[in-house]
């Protein structure tokens, strides 16, 4: 851009403009603009070279689990756990990264020049495992097993059943259980139901 006016041909070129002083900017993105002053004799030719500054740094970012979500002042940038570009412009952003049954983790992260930014974000499990044991007071004689609800919902696992003494056992554990109150209901054919709130830590 000479005294304002941004120029149609790019560097490296000649401009022809009158005698006198005039101002100069150079710039280029992800690098920092030049600014300075020429000053041109009549017939004479001045010759400007400028090395400019890079205004960006490599960024890379790698996250547990693999299927993390990688947000940059709100746009997704990664989906699969990875984010890497090499010439990140220089600033704040805000960083988010957050996955299923996993806290999410918010940063800011500030970009420098030819200053990488290298980071390793490993999430916190929101979620746990809920194992169950149940027995009966006698034996029936039945072979079914009980039906098993997680917060009104059925739930599709497989009760493992064992003959005692006294009656019959099941048990089971229900992985990956998001943190939180949940209420478990058992139902046996011919014996009451159980209802019972558990809370579930990460």
């Known amino acids: ?67 993390s979500e990688i947000r940059l002042n709100g746009v997704r940038v990664g989906k699969s756990g990875a984010y890497s570009k090499k010439q990140q412009s220089a600033g704040g952003y805000k960083l988010t990264v957050s996955a299923p049954l996993h806290h999410a983790h918010e940063e800011t992260i500030f970009v420098e020049p030819n200053k990488p930014v290298l980071r390793q974000i490993n999430l916190k499990p929101a979620f746990g495992r809920i194992e169950i044991e149940v027995a009966t007071e006698l034996d029936d004689g039945g072979t079914s097993a009980p039906k098993l609800f997680l917060d009104g919902a059925p739930v599709e696992t497989s009760l493992r059943a064992e003959r005692t003494s006294s009656g019959r056992r099941f048990t089971a554990a229900l992985e990956r259980i998001p943190s939180g109150e949940h209420e478990v209901e058992l139902q046996l054919a011919r014996f009451n139901t159980i209802v019972k709130k558990l809370r579930v830590n990460d």
């Open 1 to 67: 851009t000479i005294d304002g006016e941004r120029q149609e041909k790019r560097t490296p070129n000649t401009y022809e403009i009158a005698a006198g002083k005039h101002s100069i900017r150079i710039e280029r993105r992800a690098y920092r603009d030049w600014t300075g002053e020429v000053v041109v004799e009549a017939a004479g030719i001045v010759e400007e070279s400028q090395k400019l500054t890079p205004d960006f740094a490599e960024v890379k970012i790698t996250t547990s689990p693999s299927d």
